[in-house]
């Protein structure tokens, strides 16, 4: 009885020890901000979705570059970055498909990818 209990025991402690190693989805907005999110596309651009704690990042390298960067606010459905530096507010609408996400502004639509390094 005592070598089971100990047993039981040993294999909650590792069940434990290892479920903080797991990264937990629960929400369409836990998911967007857990990854970096990219896409190149035919006119040259490349494009870049990352977040750092509450802030959310969207660049953009093309001849015309964008950067947009600051606090962000996430819904299931909705992005809104404050941007630092123009002082204006973006909002995105987005919908997550496994690896990719899209996300939409005023009728346009960008596909990122889930970065493979992460």
């Not at 901000?33 to 802030?55: E, P, R």
């Amino acid at each position: 009885m005592r070598g089971k209990l100990l047993s039981v025991v040993i294999l909650l402690a590792a069940v434990l020890s290892l479920s903080g190693c797991v990264k937990s989805i629960q929400r369409p907005s836990d998911e967007l901000k857990m990854y970096t999110w990219s896409g190149s596309f035919d006119n040259g651009a490349y494009v870049t979705l990352s977040f750092a704690q509450t802030n959310g990042y969207l660049d953009i390298e093309s001849e015309s570059p964008l950067h947009i960067g600051g606090l962000s606010m996430l819904t299931d459905d909705n992005l809104l970055i404050f941007d630092d530096n123009s002082g204006m507010n973006y909002s995105f609408g987005y919908h997550l498909y496994g690896d990719r996400v899209e996300l939409s502004r005023d009728g346009s639509v960008l596909t990122l990818k889930k970065d493979d390094s992460e």
